[in-house]
């Protein structure tokens, strides 16, 4: 009582950014030409998209549908989640049980499968089930020949060329926009690499707590825990986590180093920029933009949006100013 007491706070404070000379920062641009493969592979998905399965007396091969009666058991009870009579199912597309591609492989119809099998995910995640599968039919893709009356089918074409010159026509305004988001990638990677900035760890610790969260969200709806992802992902769990604290380590970079261009570029976001994207959001939702509004306001996410076109209208200046070959 009577004496002075000393107070020490130590608080993280955010680093002086500086922004790397962009107008030195070089990025490859990927080649952005629509090649006669590109049309030929398109052409081929058409094909795929309009076959027609016709039935065949030989050995399901991959890419064959087969129908089947699937019964899956646990101890002597049916599960249903697991059992599905008449069922449609295109060889190796492993979407059924992980054995029952390459048990359905080599099989004619007629055939009586019997295996036992864990369930990766779902609600039956981590259960071993015994299963048996009734091999009804095998049915083979037909596809239509590439001619002019192919042409015709798929659309108001009157010959194959013309078709060939609509894909063609749709696949340069496609890539053209593939290839532009690919360089705004590559310019952020460009200048996160050219900055000599460490992040500050409470930042990184926040965002990546907060991302670690979120997949554990979507992968528990999946039925998935951390590890069994990591396992399909062939990595340990903690390989995982340090790839992940990784990115989000090089995204609070880049964030930092936007903010700070934004800042000495005198960016700023108009009431047009926002409702631009709260626009996009209303018709992405199905609602109406003045309700979005009112919602992002309420809930004070309204500058974070903001800050989300600053961040992108920074990143704009920089694709102008680096050298793009």
Excluded: C
């Excluded at 239509?144 to 696949?171: C, Q």
């Excluded at 532009?180 to 610790?205: F, G, M, N, Y």
């Excluded at 790839?243 to 903010?259: F, I, T």
């Excluded at 979005?292 to 076109?309: F, H, N, P």
């Amino acid at each position: 009582k009577g004496s002075p007491i000393v107070f020490e706070a130590t608080v993280d404070i955010r680093p002086e950014v500086v922004v790397p000379d962009v107008g030195s920062i070089e990025v490859e641009a990927p080649d952005a030409a629509v090649t006669d493969e590109d049309i030929d592979e398109q052409m081929e998905r058409l094909r795929d998209r309009f076959a027609e399965l016709e039935t065949v007396g030989r050995e399901a091969r991959r890419g064959d549908f087969v129908l089947i009666d699937l019964k899956g058991y646990e101890g002597d009870q049916l599960v249903d989640g697991a059992s599905a009579p008449d069922y449609l199912y295109e060889v190796g597309s492993r979407t059924g049980p992980p054995k029952l591609d390459e048990e359905l492989e080599g099989n004619r119809p007629g055939a009586i499968l019997k295996f036992n099998d864990s369930i990766p995910e779902g609600e039956l995640a981590g259960r071993e089930l015994s299963f048996t599968v009734l091999v009804k039919e095998v049915k083979a893709k037909k596809l239509p020949v590439l001619d002019d009356e192919f042409a015709k089918t798929v659309g108001e074409f009157d010959s194959l060329e013309e078709l060939r010159e609509d894909l063609r026509e749709r696949l340069v305004d496609v890539k053209r926009q593939m290839v532009e988001e690919e360089i705004r990638t590559r310019v952020l990677e460009a200048l996160i690499d050219a900055a000599d900035l460490d992040p500050p760890e409470k930042l990184v610790e926040a965002e990546f707590e907060h991302r670690l969260h979120h997949l554990e969200e979507d992968l528990g709806r999946a039925g998935m825990s951390i590890a069994q992802y990591a396992q399909a992902a062939e990595q340990t769990e903690l390989e995982l986590r340090a790839d992940l604290r990784r990115s989000v380590s090089r995204s609070v970079v880049a964030e930092l180093l936007l903010e700070q261009i934004a800042r000495e570029a005198e960016i700023e976001v108009t009431e047009e920029d926002l409702g631009r994207d709260i626009a996009v959001a209303a018709a992405r939702s199905g609602q109406d933009p003045s309700e979005v509004a009112k919602q992002l306001a309420e809930s004070g996410r309204l500058g974070s949006v903001a800050a989300d076109i600053m961040r992108r209208k920074a990143l704009d200046y920089v694709v102008e100013h680096v050298n793009i070959k």
